[in-house]
């Protein structure tokens, strides 16, 4: 069974994304355009300064200042580690990606057509 694109109902173009991006010289500027979407790298050292600071603030009497910096680092480090999930959906996404040499769509495995 091969691949069809689901947009213009070639199979004969259809090419896996990554091996397709692989497969571009160096030179190439398709090679930006379909590039693996970038890593996200977690800045942990923020929320985990906050949160130790909060609390230090909290252990010394200085309940408003801790709960606020521990909400903070608390707060910060769910968003941080929901922009690295993201990230590595978008990644994941990718490497499940398949392309039309013909139109040129990506699309998913299962949104392609069984030819
Ligand atoms: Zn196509």
């Known amino acids: 069974m ?13 090419l896996h ?3 397709f991006w692989k497969s571009l010289p160096r ?3 398709l090679r930006d355009e379909y590039a693996p979407p970038l ?3 977690m800045q942990w050292l923020y929320p985990v300064a906050a949160g ?9 009497g200085g309940v408003a200042a801790g709960v606020v910096l521990l909400a903070g ?4 480090g769910f968003w941080l580690s929901g922009r690295a999930r993201a990230a590595e ?10 392309i039309c040499r013909r139109c040129p769509a990506t699309f998913l495995r299962e949104e392609a057509l069984a030819v």
Do not use: F, I, M
């Open 2 to 14: 091969a691949l069809g694109c689901p947009r213009c109902k070639e199979s004969n173009q259809v």
């Open 17 to 19: 994304l990554p091996a």
């Open 27 to 29: 030179e190439s500027e």
């Open 39 to 41: 890593e996200y790298r």
């Open 52 to 60: 130790a600071l909060g609390v230090v603030a909290l252990v010394t």
């Open 73 to 76: 680092g608390v707060g910060v």
């Open 89 to 98: 959906d978008a990644r994941a996404k990718w490497s499940r990606s398949w």
